[in-house]
């Protein structure tokens, strides 16, 4: 039987700052006046959302071999520590309780966020599941920019306001392209044995040394979509004093660390994307005053 320190261990309780972050951001927009019931069922959706796909990519691959003598988390499938189906429940339970809380939110607000939970709930089952996964076609950061950036950002200020507006979507970019900078450095740490596997990474396509670029250009977009949004507020210079963190994190990717060395370094990125959120969002609020 699986204990339950496994199960947390599968969710990838580090990734959930990535799914954190863009509520934190979208419902700070919207200002003093946020609606806290809406800001929780939008975390609620997120949150969900990020587990349901952490076990959902765990029981694809898992099922595929793909996982099996894995650098990095706990594999439940690969490592048969449980069951394929009892991952792939686990999966649908997360599923199902990101449309319970999306369906509550799309009826106080507007009726096209059904359209826009089943459209991400398929894509986060698709990005390693069914028959042409699009993870193993280099499209994962494409996926999770979309997703974890712009929907989920602009979609919990919507919830708040019932407006898209271009400070939500510029707000989304840095949120967004940490987002993909986290992806990309466990691509990075996976690139020789998803190789190996066949899946087609975004960094299996670049390289191991244009796979490393990348995330430090992901990480000086994060820096100038924040200086370009400050027109919503100009405290938001404020993360600026993320840049040596930002310069650490990229010296020690371009100097070559690779495999478990990558490890730290993820929830390292994970941090920044926090600090990023935090900041931005103690500029709106004070802006909003």
């Given at each position: 039987?699986?204990?339950l320190?496994?199960?947390?261990?599968?969710?990838?309780?580090?990734?959930l700052?990535?799914?954190?972050?863009?509520?934190l951001?979208?419902t700070?927009?919207a200002?003093?006046?946020?609606n806290?019931?809406?800001a929780?069922?939008?975390?609620?959706?997120?949150?969900?959302?990020?587990i349901a796909?952490?076990y959902?990519?765990?029981?694809?691959?898992g099922?595929?071999?793909?996982?099996?003598?894995?650098?990095g988390p706990i594999?439940l499938?690969?490592?048969?520590l449980?069951?394929?189906?009892a991952?792939?429940?686990?999966?649908?339970?997360?599923?199902?309780?990101?449309a319970?809380?999306?369906?509550?939110?799309a009826?106080?607000?507007s009726l096209?966020?059904i359209?826009?939970g089943a459209i991400a709930i398929l894509?986060?089952?698709?990005?390693?599941?069914g028959?042409?996964?699009?993870g193993?076609?280099?499209l994962?950061?494409?996926s999770?920019?979309?997703?974890?950036?712009?929907?989920a950002?602009?979609?919990?200020?919507y919830?708040?306001?019932?407006?898209?507006?271009f400070a939500?979507?510029?707000?989304?970019?840095?949120?967004?392209?940490?987002?993909?900078?986290?992806?990309?450095?466990?691509?990075?740490?996976?690139l020789e044995?998803?190789?190996i596997?066949?899946?087609n990474?975004?960094?299996?396509?670049?390289?191991?040394?244009?796979?490393r670029i990348?995330?430090?250009?992901?990480?000086?977009i994060?820096?100038?979509a924040?200086?370009?949004?400050t027109?919503?507020?100009?405290?938001?210079l404020?993360?600026l004093?993320?840049?040596?963190?930002?310069?650490?994190?990229?010296r020690t990717?371009?100097?070559?660390?690779?495999?478990k060395?990558?490890?730290?370094?993820?929830g390292?990125?994970g941090?920044?994307?926090?600090?990023?959120?935090?900041?931005i969002?103690?500029?709106?609020f004070?802006?909003?005053?």
């Amino acid at each position: 039987m699986t204990a339950l320190n496994e199960w947390v261990g599968g969710a990838r309780p580090k990734t959930l700052l990535a799914a954190i972050a863009p509520v934190l951001v979208g419902t700070s927009l919207a200002g003093v006046s946020f609606n806290p019931v809406r800001a929780l069922l939008a975390l609620i959706v997120s949150l969900a959302l990020q587990i349901a796909v952490n076990y959902a990519n765990d029981y694809s691959d898992g099922i595929k071999g793909i996982d099996e003598d894995r650098i990095g988390p706990i594999r439940l499938v690969g490592q048969k520590l449980a069951t394929p189906r009892a991952v792939k429940n686990a999966a649908y339970i997360f599923f199902l309780i990101a449309a319970v809380a999306g369906l509550t939110l799309a009826l106080q607000t507007s009726l096209w966020l059904i359209l826009v939970g089943a459209i991400a709930i398929l894509a986060a089952w698709t990005y390693t599941g069914g028959p042409k996964p699009y993870g193993y076609s280099a499209l994962g950061e494409v996926s999770v920019f979309l997703f974890f950036g712009l929907v989920a950002t602009a979609g919990s200020y919507y919830v708040q306001s019932q407006e898209i507006t271009f400070a939500s979507l510029m707000l989304s970019v840095p949120i967004g392209a940490l987002a993909c900078a986290i992806l990309g450095l466990n691509n990075l740490r996976d690139l020789e044995k998803d190789k190996i596997s066949k899946k087609n990474t975004l960094a299996v396509i670049l390289g191991d040394r244009s796979a490393r670029i990348f995330y430090v250009l992901l990480l000086m977009i994060a820096h100038v979509a924040s200086i370009i949004a400050t027109f919503a507020s100009p405290y938001i210079l404020f993360t600026l004093v993320l840049l040596p963190v930002s310069g650490r994190l990229s010296r020690t990717v371009l100097d070559g660390a690779k495999g478990k060395a990558l490890i730290p370094l993820l929830g390292n990125t994970g941090k920044l994307q926090m600090g990023f959120a935090f900041f931005i969002s103690i500029a709106l609020f004070a802006s909003s005053r």
